[in-house]
Structure formats: C-alpha cells, structure tokens
C-alpha cells in the first residue's frame, strides 16, 4: 500500500521562470520568435530537398531528416514552454511528461547517430569519390537514416520505461521548463542507480561513440583535402562539408558548455546559477534547431539556389 501511495502522483508542476515573473514576457517573445523561425527555415530546407531533384542524393536526404528532426525536436517542447509562460501554475499530466520526454529524448539520441550518419557520407564523397555512388546507393542511405530514427526511439523507450517504473513521493515540482529527465528522476523516492548506469551507458554510446567516429572522418577528409594540388580543388572540397563541420561543432560544443561547466559552491549564487542552466537547457533546444537550415544556406550555393528557386516559384507563379 505503501508503494501505491507513494507512485499516485497524477500531475508534475513546471516550475519554469515562475520565481522570475519579470523575465517571462521577454523570453516568451524570444522563445517564440526563435520557434517560428525554426519552423520557417527546416520547413523551406525539407521542401527543397523533396521538390528540387538536384538535391535527390543522400548528404540532402539526411539534411532533409536532420530538419524534420529538428522541427519534432523543439515541437516536443516549445509549445509546452510557451504555454508555461503565460499560465501562473503550470501542471503536466504523468503521461503527458513522459510522452515529451519520450519525444526529446528520441530526438536528441537520433540526432547524434543521424549527424554521425551524415560525416560517413561526407568522408566517402571525399576520400573515396570514385566509389561514392556504390556505397551511397540509395538502398544504402535510407537504411542509414532509418536505423538513425530506430536506435533513438529504442534507447528513449528504455529510458523512460524505467523512469515511470519508478514511485514519486508527493513532490510534484518539476524546477524546469519541461519534463527533463534528470529534474523529474530528482523526485523520485526509490534509488535511481539503475537509471544513472542506464542513461550513462546510453551517453557513451549515442555521444561518446558519433563524436569519435565523426573526429575520426573529419582527420581522414582534411587529410585527403591538404593532398589535392590545387587551392580552387581544396576549397571546394572543403565547401561540401563546412555546413556540416558547423553544425557538429554548434551541437556538441553547447552540449559541452551546459554539462562541462563548474557548478557554483556559493549557497548564495546557486538560486542565479540554476536559473542560468535552465535558461542555457532552453535555449539549446532552440538555437541549434535555428541556426541549422541558416548554416546550411549560407555555407551551401546548392541549397540557397534551391531556395531562391522556391520562394520565385511560390511568390511569382507563372
């Protein structure tokens, strides 16, 4: 009875920015802003990628997947961040913080192999150009990013499995915007040791391991790169993966800087510190997502002409 007692929380209360009233307005018209521009620039990038058959090989084919991916990443989690805004206690259902924290999670994990996915394309086109159209075959890249979105939703699915396994003592508040997993494993009144090992062995294996393998790729393409005679040859070489450089290191490098960084021991700055790292957690899930289809059409004359090609076409129809 005891047990039953303890896991009959219904609801978790989202704390958000609600000791921060004089923040919420501001950073509603930022989240919001950066949400529509999210939408706007990975909703162009997928068009292009399906409608434009100049861009029907496998690197924008993953670039297509990385954008929906990027869409379903933040929509898991902005509209929930929004609507916390603006209401003064704002309570998710037990179901509904674990279907979102499915949801992220899944993203975040597909991202990492997806992003590895993507080097290993890039490595082939540079390294070995001759046989590129034989090892990126079109029976072999949509496997590639299909095993991407399956090796994220399993690990997520163990994850959160084991979280809602676990009794919740009647401490509902959530010291989050969301339903992140580690604030909501915080509330848990049973030893969390399983889900630590768990969550620590899927680290390794969905950052640690894509992180080393895209390291990996990056040495052997700049190595072939510095071996071509011509600095017109290096540069475009270079040009075909530089989107794709900028966004590993945008991704991984904010992830570095909100687990890397040193934790406050002032007992007086600690309530200013994890405001911070909330704040760093939010927008990481929405800038990374934002700066993606920028990057890719600044860095890109494939896909800015695409671009270009679409908005004429639905602007000025002929």
């Not at 004089?22 to 620039?41: A, E, N, Q």
């Not at 075959?137 to 676990?166: C, D, E, F, H, R």
């Not at 895209?214 to 040009?239: C, D, H, M, N, Q």
Request: charged share 10%; hydrophobic share 50%; aromatic share 12%.
């Amino acid at each position: 009875m005891e047990v039953a007692n303890q896991s009959a929380v219904a609801e978790f209360v989202l704390l958000g920015l609600s000791d921060h009233p004089t923040l919420v307005k501001t950073f509603f018209v930022l989240i919001l802003l950066m949400y529509l521009v999210i939408l706007l620039g990975n909703g162009v990038l997928i068009q292009v990628t399906v409608f434009d058959s100049h861009l029907h090989t496998p690197m924008y084919f993953f670039l297509g997947n990385l954008s929906f991916l990027d869409i379903c990443y933040t929509t898991s989690s902005v509209p929930l961040v929004l609507d916390g805004f603006l209401t003064p206690r704002k309570t998710i259902s037990f179901s509904g913080c674990a279907m979102q924290m499915f949801l992220s999670f899944a993203m975040g994990a597909t991202e990492c192999v997806l992003l590895g996915m993507m080097a290993f394309d890039r490595y082939v086109a540079i390294c070995n150009p001759l046989r590129y159209p034989v090892v990126m075959s079109k029976a072999a890249y949509v496997p590639m990013a299909a095993g991407s979105w399956l090796a994220g939703g399993t690990n997520s699915l163990v994850q959160i499995s084991l979280a809602v396994q676990l009794p919740f003592c009647g401490d509902n508040v959530i010291n989050h915007f969301t339903c992140e997993i580690l604030a909501v494993l915080k509330l848990a009144c049973a030893d969390i040791s399983i889900n630590v090992v768990s969550m620590g062995v899927a680290n390794v294996i969905f950052l640690g391991v894509p992180v080393l393998f895209i390291f990996v790729s990056y040495i052997f393409i700049l190595t072939t790169i510095l071996r071509i005679p011509s600095a017109e040859g290096r540069r475009k070489a270079f040009s075909t993966c530089s989107a794709h450089l900028a966004v590993v290191i945008i991704f991984y490098g904010t992830i570095l800087f909100m687990y890397g960084k040193p934790k406050s021991k002032d007992p007086l700055g600690a309530d200013k510190q994890d405001v911070s790292d909330k704040l760093i957690s939010l927008f990481y899930g929405v800038l990374t997502p934002m700066l993606n289809p920028i990057i890719y059409s600044l860095r890109n004359k494939e896909v800015k002409v695409a671009v270009k090609n679409l908005v004429s076409q639905r602007c000025f129809p002929q």
